[in-house]
């Protein structure tokens, strides 16, 4: 078990407000998918962008996928039975969780995601 403390870490002055969005996935009788979303609003979390080297170049131009880490102790989630990947909202914009990996060990416990911009979001063209 950890004993590094980084509640610290987790200051007022270094949090953003953020929502979430956790959508819950049945499958109904003829076997297709519904979706229920409940929002979760006021999350606190340090938000700072991911991955600033990953540019992708296509033939017309550069593209550098918006992306952004998130520290938080609200437990955002990745896929699992029963549920899809957590929606986060900054700024207006939605991002979905591709990537979560869990300190719960450390202080109170927080957890480290990496999220993207859902399709239709404009991405910075360079």
Known sequence: MATLDVSEAFDLSFLSKFSVIRRKEIIDSHGRSITTEQIIDNIDGVITAASPGDLRRVPDYDYQARAYTIYTQYRLQSAHPGY????????GDRYQVVNQLPYHNYGRGFVSVVVIAEPGIPAEVM
């Open 84 to 91: 899809k990947n957590d929606l986060v909202i900054i700024d």
